[in-house]
T-cell receptor, first 118, second 112 residues
Framework: DAGVIQSPRHEVTEMGQEVTLRCKPI?????LFWYRQTMMRGLELLIY????????DSGMPEDRFSAKMPNASFSTLKIQPSEPRDSAVYFC????????????????FGNGTRLTVT | TQLLEQSPQFLSIQEGENLTVYCNSS?????LQWYRQEPGEGPVLLVT?????EVKKLKRLTFQFGDARKDSSLHITAAQPGDTGLYLC????????????FGAGTILRVKS
């Protein structure tokens, strides 16, 4: 079990540029979550997928943010155009079941992508 | 405002001391989880509690879920430098659409 794999680990970009973050969930996990972590706001849920279908994107801050899951083993989070206030650590997590159906199901987090927008 | 309030925000103690961190809310939670996060890594689950009044032990760590399922505590006995990290509580509540929401965390530093 390789765990949740995120890339890149670090991304530095200039304001206005497009940024794409990538995630490979644990095989067999049906749920995939994108979180953002900042000192000010802690861990915030942006969007989550069930069986590759977006279920709740109410946490996505603006239209500049979009997420896709074309298949069970890959997801992307895109920011276009990026702004300095998007600087944060972005985490992807996966779980075997969602929080509705199994309260004991843990989230397995990747090691995150640290995004810096200058 | 955070749905889950954690206290203290920061704790620095000597090796061997005991400590307790708290996670409080005005909402009722179906379940509550505790995670530990180390620098440069993602959070890792320590425990899940689901029953009001439940107590779970994980070696030197004791977790308690409040009777009303609105609060939780984590007690560490004889803290060690390896316990250093960010401790996050996270809960599932109908008031928040049954999504897992996180508190802001308690940063623990254990000095040798």
């Amino acid at each position: 079990d390789a765990g949740v794999i995120q890339s890149p680990r670090h991304e530095v970009t200039e304001m206005g540029q497009e940024v794409t973050l990538r995630c490979k969930p644990i095989s067999g996990h049906d749920y995939l979550f994108w979180y953002r972590q900042t000192m000010m706001r802690g861990l915030e849920l942006l969007i989550y997928f069930n069986n590759n279908v977006p279920i709740d994107d109410s946490g996505m801050p603006e239209d500049r943010f979009s997420a896709k899951m074309p298949n069970a083993s890959f997801s992307t989070l895109k920011i276009q155009p990026s702004e300095p206030r998007d600087s944060a650590v972005y985490f992807c997590a996966s779980s075997r079941t969602g929080t509705r159906s199994s309260y004991n199901s843990p989230l397995h987090f990747g090691n995150g992508t640290r995004l810096t927008v200058t | 405002t955070q749905l889950l309030e954690q206290s203290p925000q920061f704790l620095s103690i000597q090796e061997g001391e005991n400590l307790t961190v708290y996670c409080n809310s005005s909402s009722v939670f179906s379940s509550l989880q505790w995670y530990r996060q180390e620098p440069g890594e993602g959070p890792v689950l320590l425990v899940t509690v689901v029953t009001g009044g439940e107590v779970k032990k994980l070696k030197r760590l004791t977790f308690q879920f409040g009777d009303a399922r609105k609060d939780s505590s984590l007690h560490i006995t004889a803290a060690q430098p390896g316990d250093t990290g960010l401790y996050l509580c996270a809960g599932v509540s109908r008031e928040y659409g049954n999504k897992l929401v996180f508190g802001a965390g308690t940063i623990l530093r254990v000095k040798s």
